[in-house]
């Protein structure tokens, strides 16, 4: 499983990062997290609102920052789709 965290390095981005990193580990899932913070990628993925989550190239999330719990649905919701 591929993750980028969409943003400019804001705390918003940074807690997002921490938080996909904890739901990871507690479901153990193997993943490589990427930080993107180049404006022309984040436009690419059509996101107007950081931060964002991209899981193998499809935006899951943008503009706010789940609790880990949250992101422990949206990454079984993908691993299982």
Same mark, same amino acid.
């Given at each position: 499983?591929?993750?980028?965290?969409l943003g400019s390095?804001?705390?918003n981005c940074q %807690?997002?990062?921490?938080?996909t990193y904890t739901?990871?580990?507690e479901l153990q899932i193997d993943a490589t997290?990427?930080?993107?913070?180049d404006?022309?990628?984040?436009a690419s993925y059509g996101?107007?609102? %950081?931060?964002?989550?991209?899981?193998?190239e499809k935006v899951?999330?943008?503009g706010y920052v789940p609790t880990v719990e949250k992101l422990k649905e949206v990454l079984l919701a993908h691993r299982n789709a």
């Open positions: 499983m591929n993750i980028k965290v390095g804001c705390m %807690t997002l990062e921490k938080r739901a990871l580990q997290v990427e930080k993107v913070q404006y022309q990628k984040i996101i107007m609102r %950081t931060p964002g989550l991209v899981i193998d899951a999330l943008a």
